[in-house]
Structures are given as structure tokens and as C-alpha cells.
């Protein structure tokens, strides 16, 4: 499956961006989706993911809950991150990846996600 994510932009500190991750090339409904984060000089972080087959399955960095929303629209191949009440430290580049196998004790984990899209940068002004 290949994976093109965008919808980043600069925004103000307050603001909401949402981020889509589009599939092509696989039965996308299949695979559980994450999206992670890399500020400059940080490691790549788990920001949310979402499991396959809408099983339901949600979960989300505690940096990102109560703000951040993902979703899935099996139809489209594509899964969002809506993104609310933005904060500088938000700034980063934003990742979505996939991956048909992944267990849910390994869904905070970069390593366990076979595929990933560019990337989309998020900019949070103050």
C-alpha cells in the first residue's frame, strides 16, 4: 500500500488543522493506521492510531487527547487526523503509516509499521 498524507499548514496557536492520510494499492480497510510526529532533534513520536476493520479500536498520546481526533472513512482509502486548540509544541512534521499485522502492544512503537507516507509539516505560531 502507499500512503500520501497532507493537509499540514501554519496555523496559530488555538487553531485546528486536519490532517489526511490517502491510500492506494491495498484493501486499506485491512490495516491499522497510525500517525506519528518528529519535531526537529526529537525522536519520532505516536500521536494517535486507529485499527483495522473498524473494530473501534482507538488510541491517542496523552498529548493528543481531548484535542486530537483520527478517524477512517473505508470508502475514500483514507484516515484524518482532525487537530484542535493547536499549541507551538505541536510543531513538527506530521507521518501516517500502516500496517495488516500490527498487535496492540506494539502500536506506539515506529518500528512496527511497515509502510509510511512523506510526511506533512505542522506549524504552530504563537
Known amino acids: 500500500v502507499q500512503l500520501q498524507a497532507f493537509g499540514g499548514g501554519a496555523v496559530q496557536a488555538g487553531g485546528s488543522l486536519r490532517l489526511s492520510c490517502a491510500a492506494s494499492g491495498g484493501t486499506f480497510s485491512g490495516y491499522t493506521v497510525g500517525w506519528f510526529r518528529q519535531a526537529p532533534g526529537k525522536e519520532r513520536e505516536f500521536v494517535a492510531c486507529?485499527?483495522?476493520?473498524?473494530?473501534?479500536?482507538?488510541y491517542y498520546a496523552d498529548s493528543a487527547k481531548g484535542r486530537f481526533t483520527i478517524s477512517r472513512d473505508n470508502a475514500k482509502d483514507t484516515v484524518y487526523l482532525q487537530m484542535t486548540s493547536l499549541k507551538p509544541d505541536d510543531t513538527a512534521v506530521y507521518y501516517c503509516a500502516a500496517d495488516r499485522s500490527l498487535i496492540s502492544s506494539s502500536k506506539y512503537d515506529p518500528r512496527q509499521y511497515d509502510y509510511w507516507g512523506q510526511g506533512t509539516q505542522v506549524t504552530v505560531s504563537s
Open positions: 486507529i485499527f483495522r476493520w473498524n473494530s473501534g479500536r482507538i
